[in-house]
T-cell receptor, first 118, second 116 residues
Framework: AQTVTQSQPEMSVQEAETVTLSCTYD???????LFWYKQPPSRQMILVIR??????QNATENRFSVNFQKAAKSFSLKISDSQLGDTAMYFC???????????????FGKGTHLIIQP | NAGVMQNPRHLVRRRGQEARLRCSPM?????VYWYRQLPEEGLKFMVY????????ESGMPKERFSAEFPKEGPSILRIQQVVRGDSAAYFC??????????????FGQGTRLTVV
């Protein structure tokens, strides 16, 4: 079974600053995907960024980037030039990949509440 | 293309009643996942269904909970004889095809169940 740990229950930064959210995971699998989801007060789960474990290059999406360290089982999210609209819960998630093309459900961490101060 | 639709958004049930939560996946999606989110927690996987089949129900409580995804119509998560501990937000996600090359699951806005 997989576990995902987010050790920062809450973080607060000033607008325009850069912030890094940490995530570690534990698995014996070699093929998997990692995700960061954002959940604003509306409760909608929004995919922020995705990383395939077999790719060494870190994924980036505009102001969002990850630092994926496979050996250390670490997957942190960096938000550059933070904006007020980035205020939300952020969840790190793991998904096992099957060689035959199937996939499990997602295993989520407990989340980090990120607050961007004006 | 409408997103994943869940209804109702809010549901209040008395202890012992039944709760039925509905999820209409995105058009063209044949894979549905249900998750439960307790207060101050992340989402916990419950069940994964394809049309007319339960693929993985390892996260589903053994009693009182059931799920289906019929050939026609929405996926239904059914909770019988609800108890206060069932109070949570229940999320549905859908994807067009599970696995390699197509991993994004699109989430609905959830149903908040309150048991009084």
């Amino acid at each position: 079974a997989q576990t995902v740990t987010q050790s920062q229950p809450e973080m607060s930064v000033q607008e325009a600053e850069t912030v890094t959210l940490s995530c570690t995971y534990d698995t014996s699998e070699n093929n998997y995907y990692l995700f960061w989801y954002k959940q604003p007060p509306s409760r909608q789960m929004i995919l922020v960024i995705r990383q395939e474990a077999y790719k060494q290059q870190n994924a980036t999406e505009n102001r969002f980037s990850v630092n994926f360290q496979k050996a250390a089982k670490s997957f942190s999210l960096k938000i550059s030039d933070s904006q007020l609209g980035d205020t939300a819960m952020y969840f790190c998630a793991f998904m096992k990949q099957y060689s035959g093309g199937g996939a499990d459900g997602l295993t989520f961490g407990k989340g980090t509440h990120l607050i961007i101060q004006p | 293309n409408a997103g994943v639709m869940q209804n109702p958004r809010h549901l209040v049930r008395r202890r012992g009643q039944e709760a039925r939560l509905r999820c209409s996946p995105m058009k063209g999606h044949s894979h549905v996942y249900w998750y439960r989110q307790l207060p101050e927690e992340g989402l916990k996987f419950m069940v994964y269904l394809q049309k007319e089949n339960i693929i993985d129900e390892s996260g589903m409580p053994k009693e009182r909970f059931s799920a289906e995804f019929p050939k026609e119509g929405p996926s239904i998560l059914r909770i019988q004889q609800v108890v206060r501990g069932d109070s949570a937000a229940y999320f549905c996600a859908s994807s067009p095809r599970a696995g390699q090359g197509n991993t994004e699951a699109f989430f609905g806005q959830g149903t908040r169940l309150t048991v009084v």
